[in-house]
């Protein structure tokens, strides 16, 4: 028998990996979690209610900016955190009876509590010890609060408290503006008429984009929502104003004149600096296991203890919720494989990302290679690129803004997708089958069905099939 133990069991990556081992034979199952309610990250403060929020912003935006309707409708921020609630609230207990229904099997335990390792392998959780012959770790993250100095001495305002907002301030600075302030930027903006200051260090957010990608989004935030993006800047440091605001130094670099001292004011610091893992009440002191760059090998395993596997956003690979699951069915296959003496082999994925930029009305999504990527790999490749204007579909339904790329190699076959447009979201598992079954772009049906958003990939094929020939 081999006894496996999961910290983090609620979690995506954890639950992953417990629903995988479960039924296999000769395998001992300890899940240990302490959330409460329980349920993981994605569901309860992640992907899922931050998309409740912001499909009430999307109806919004999409009224008031369509010259065809009359009257701006007003969001209940109310109704929409109730609403948040109670959905995330019925989804986490979905995970949670999963959790439990696993340990009604005769080899599954579960135990409600915190566990903390005091030795290799070995956790102290609930006045027991547990020893495990492979130890999973599956804590997830949490926020990322950076060294500026003065931090410490203002309040702000995270992901997870945008979205039990029911009141907005009129003016906001907000740090971080990659995923996470991407996609809740614009919602503070629209939900709450927020006027916002972003931080961009870079020239342009979407650092995984090809070059014109970063540049359009700039121009969709700053051309329909309060939001001026300040790009090429750093902060100095924050302090408070004597009526309970924020005040930011921001200095900046080139190609900006040199500027020092710059100084804003804002009701609000939104603090959307991404995140790092959960690891503080885990005792990795107390083990040989030790955490930073090159911890984690791609097979799962830690690099000190190849029977300690550590998956999900607490290995910090790639902090994404299909990435974790992927993972962790990859650490359970890798468990068995070890514990059978055959080789592990490492996690290897198709790009494919989301953000829900815009509302959610002008996502971003790629899938496979950028043309960047691409030309970095070495591949022979084209790449095609389409205007959303350039198709009459996305004017009818006022939603004229973005853009497409369809990359291909120079035999035909399709190597990536990006797209910064309505419905982007929902073409990237098409696109997704394109790419990972390695598919000849002469040879997909050219067929939209008129008038629907898929023409824009249409018009791809059509431009890269001619562009090979």
Known sequence: MVHVAIVGAYGSAGGAVASDLADVEDIELTLIDDGDPGGGLCILRGCMPSKEVLSAGAARFKASHDDRVRGTPEIDLGQVVATKDEHTLDFAAHRRAAVEDLAERDSVEFIHDTARLVDDRVIEVADRTVEPDYLVIATGSTVNVPDIPGIDDVDYSTSADVLDATEFPDSGIVMGFGYVGLELAPYIAEAGGTDLTVIEHDAAPLDEADADYGPRILDIYEGNFDIDVRTHSHERRVEPTDDGGVRLHLDYEPPHEPVSGEIIEADELFLFTGRQPALDRLGLENTVLDPGPGWVRDTMQSEADPQTFVVGDVNGHEPILHVAKEQGFKAAENILAHSQGDPTEPYENVHHHIVFSGLGVYPYARVGHSAESAEAAGIDYLAVTREASDDGVFKTKAVPEGLATLVVGTDGTVLGYQGLHYH?????????????????????????????????IDGLLRQASVAIE
């Open 424 to 456: 982007a979201d929902a073409m990237a598992k098409t696109m997704q089958l394109a790419v990972e079954m390695g598919l000849d772009v002469r040879e997909i049906p050219d067929r939209s069905y008129h008038p629907t958003t898929p023409e824009i």
